[in-house]
């Protein structure tokens, strides 16, 4: 085990499989002789060279396009978009193609992508650098979606996607690339170290695909997130004093709904966060799902609890921000439902 | 510009319904006039190719000048027979469609020689990504026309499990790649794939077909910016047919320069050719494949041709072109050309030529009698429905197995078959 933070944890999944299938490639804007702007890739281009560790012209859909047509002849490619807010140009390559190749060619034909993009606001981006799209991808078939909240699970989840047939779009919150955010941009930076997540394997694990987990147990009210808002959240239930049990669903497509609907079947309440707009986000498909299989045990309504209708707003980050007192806010009113 | 004001131009085609057809607008060399560079030249050097017109076959029907293809009348017989048998299998299901027995078809009638020529040009190991027009392409690389019939049925022996629209064919064991309905969505994936055989060492190239109308899209400027960069061995095939649906080529820009002219302020050399011309699509098609296999990278071929017939069955062109505007298309009939050369050169006759057309149309004939016991739109076998929910992931994951249980539940009561 290594002290690491989510970065070297992405860096050595990315390290560990490229050592160990040559059909792995990379590809993405300044992401080889330079090593990313957020370090992610650094120093793999010099150690498997330039024609695995690509830099590429500054067109999302062209390294989305030529990805795709590099898995449809034996490689594994992990493209890299330097921010999710960029992936646009892309969209139609991943909804039309990558998410349907397999489908229509009754499996002849697969390109096993994983794209990686950091996601997410809190490092004062602005607009278009701190979306979180990853409802508008889980609502298209054939792709999985994924959204580590730690480093230990952002090696081991990156490990599965590369390795799966499937193809991924895997998100990384950058909030917390460099250590846990419990939602006070005030206080002092922390670091991964003191984290029991920032203990990391140096080889090759594996985290499954389509597993949640539960980051903190409880018996009156169940907390559903991902991403950096399972920080926010155990910040929001400590600051309550509300015996909150949190879920981190980990993969946001395909959803492990037996995990969420037995936490919540035991607590009786439900509040579901994450940073990205409310309305017909994540939280509504988690929602419906809870609402069918939990009915007859819940003792209040399930909440939401997310980003404003809004673009990310530069200067208003953190009232945008669905950080710790507007958690605990959420998490008191539930409590008052008799 | 004599006002000199700023003006919005609005492109309009040379003729429309009752005009006279006016190909005034295309620029012709005639055959031979376009010298034959060396497959290692310079961009810079060769971009006369662009804005000439590679042709070979003159008005005469005799092949002419440096690009000139050796190759021997057995083969051309070959090559005029694919064309043939795409013309009748296209009639056929042009027919079929108007039966009501499939849904939707579309056929490549005057860009018959597109597909064969440059099929026959390129290795087997060369992986293609077709356009819609390209079902010779298919053909000349194995698809039998049983399978290509089962599939515009969505029977049971549709390749595509009734998955995909008719027309919309694949077969990886031909290096054919599935059919996509968006436009120009394959030409990264021909660059992705191109580049995956250089990094491997590989020798295979790859081909992609678009049409005129499709370069407008965004992954067609991805595209070529990636096969240029990277100096992947890739083909980069435009079929100029003048016309998208309704809309004409100058839509696509392409008023002022030719097709073929696009790639050159990326450095890709860009071939103008016959488009109706077999010798001369597969000459230029063969310098560009030799080109991309000894590292010389990309190349761009506008194959100048006319959509013969309607772009779809769903499509009515009596309404936004002159009716007889093939007829004066100045490059003719690329079947006709071929079998007067054929019969030119003491190779070929009328008589065997309309043999070979019976022959043909019964070869058809008798696929559409076979095709049909794998059922049809009307009569079974049928398709199982329930394998929907197979190849959408690797593994059927327990969601879509949930809702696969849910659909055989309700099939048969009122065929909603998602989860309530």
């Known amino acids: 085990m290594t002290q690491m933070n989510m970065i070297e944890a992405i860096r050595s999944g990315l390290d560990v499989m490229m050592d160990r299938d040559p059909a792995v490639v990379m590809m993405g804007e300044d992401i080889g002789y330079f090593g990313g702007v957020f370090r992610c890739t650094d120093g793999l281009q010099r150690k498997y060279g330039e024609h695995r560790v690509i830099d590429a012209p500054i067109a999302e859909g062209g390294i989305i396009g030529a990805a795709i047509g590099m898995g449809l002849n034996g490689l594994r490619p992990v493209p890299e978009i330097q921010f999710a807010d960029y992936i646009y140009p892309g969209f139609d390559q991943v909804v039309s193609e990558l998410a349907r190749i397999r489908y229509r060619s009754c499996g002849e034909f697969f390109s096993p992508v994983t794209i990686r993009t950091p996601c997410g606001g809190g490092i004062r981006g602005g607009q278009t650098h701190s979306q979180s799209p990853e409802a508008i991808f889980a609502h298209v078939s054939g792709i999985l979606t994924v959204m580590p909240s730690n480093p230990y699970d952002a090696k081991g989840l990156l490990i599965s996607s590369i390795e799966s047939d499937d193809p991924v779009i895997f998100f990384e919150p950058k909030r917390i690339y460099n250590g846990p955010f419990d939602g006070d941009p005030e206080k002092p930076a922390k670091s991964w170290a003191s984290h029991p997540r920032g203990e990391v394997p140096e080889g090759h694990y594996t985290v499954p695909l389509g597993k949640a987990e539960i980051v903190r147990e409880g018996t009156e009210l169940t907390i559903i997130t991902y991403g950096t808002l399972v920080h926010v959240a155990q910040a929001a239930a400590e600051e309550t004093g509300v015996d909150c049990e949190i879920v981190d669903i980990r993969t946001i497509a395909p959803l492990d709904v037996d995990t969420l609907a037995d936490s919540v079947n035991k607590t009786g309440r439900c509040v579901i966060a994450h940073e990205a707009t409310r309305f017909g986000g994540f939280g509504a498909e988690i929602a419906a799902r809870i609402q069918k299989e939990c009915f007859y045990n819940l003792e209040a309504p399930i909440g939401r609890i997310a980003g404003w209708d809004t673009p990310y707003p530069h200067a208003f980050e953190w009232q945008y921000f669905p950080g710790k007192k507007r958690l605990a806010a959420g998490i008191r009113s539930m409590m008052e439902v008799e | ?420």
């Open chain 2, 1 to 420: 510009m004599a006002d000199k004001k700023s003006r919005l131009h609005i492109p309009h085609p040379t003729a429309r319904p009752g005009d006279k057809p006016d190909f005034s607008y295309l620029d012709l060399s005639p055959a031979g006039a376009v010298d034959k560079p060396s497959i290692d030249s310079r961009t810079r050097d060769i971009e006369y190719l662009s804005s000439g017109l590679v042709r070979v076959l003159d008005d005469d029907h005799q092949a002419t000048g440096p690009w000139a293809p050796d190759l021997d009348p057995g083969k051309l017989q070959i090559a005029l027979r694919w064309m043939m048998l795409n013309r009748v299998f296209d009639k056929r299901m042009w027919q079929i469609q108007r039966q009501g027995r499939i849904s939707f078809y579309m056929e490549a009638l005057g860009e018959e020689a597109v597909s064969v020529a440059q099929g026959m040009a390129l290795r087997p190991g060369d992986m293609c990504f077709p356009s819609y027009r390209n079902q010779a392409l298919y053909m000349y690389r194995g698809m039998s026309l049983v399978d290509m019939m089962c599939q515009c049925l969505s029977n049971t022996r549709d390749m595509c499990k009734g998955r995909q629209l008719p027309i919309m064919y694949h077969s990886a064991k031909a290096n054919m790649f599935s059919i996509s309905g968006n436009l120009a969505t394959q030409y990264p994936h021909a660059v992705g794939w191109a580049m995956a055989s250089a990094i491997k060492g590989e020798d295979h190239i790859a081909a992609a077909w678009l049409g005129d109308g499709a370069t407008a899209e965004a992954d067609f400027h991805h595209a070529i910016t990636f096969a240029a960069v990277y100096q992947a061995p890739v083909i980069l095939n435009i079929v100029n047919n003048q016309w998208a649906i309704s809309t004409f080529q100058g839509f696509a820009g392409g008023e002022r320069r030719p097709f073929a002219a696009r790639g050159l302020g990326l450095g890709i050399p860009g071939i103008r050719v016959d488009g109706n011309d077999f010798l001369a699509i597969y000459a230029t098609t063969l310098w560009a494949a030799d080109r991309a296999r000894r590292g010389g990278g990309p190349t761009m071929i506008e194959l100048v041709t006319y959509r013969g017939g309607a772009h779809s069955t769903s499509d009515d062109p009596s309404k936004y072109r002159p009716k007889d505007e093939w007829q004066d298309f100045p490059l003719g009939d690329p079947v006709e050309r071929l079998k007067q050369h054929l019969i030119l050169g003491g190779q070929w006759s009328e008589e065997q030529h309309e043999k070979l057309e019976e022959e043909l149309t019964a070869e058809v004939t008798a696929a559409w009698k076979e095709a049909q016991q794998y059922g049809t739109m009307t009569e079974g076998p049928f398709l199982d429905p329930s394998t929907m929910f197979d190849d959408v992931y690797a593994e059927v994951p327990r969601h879509l197995q949930s809702q696969r249980r849910r659909m055989m539940e309700v099939e048969g009561v009122n065929g909603e078959g998602s989860e309530s």
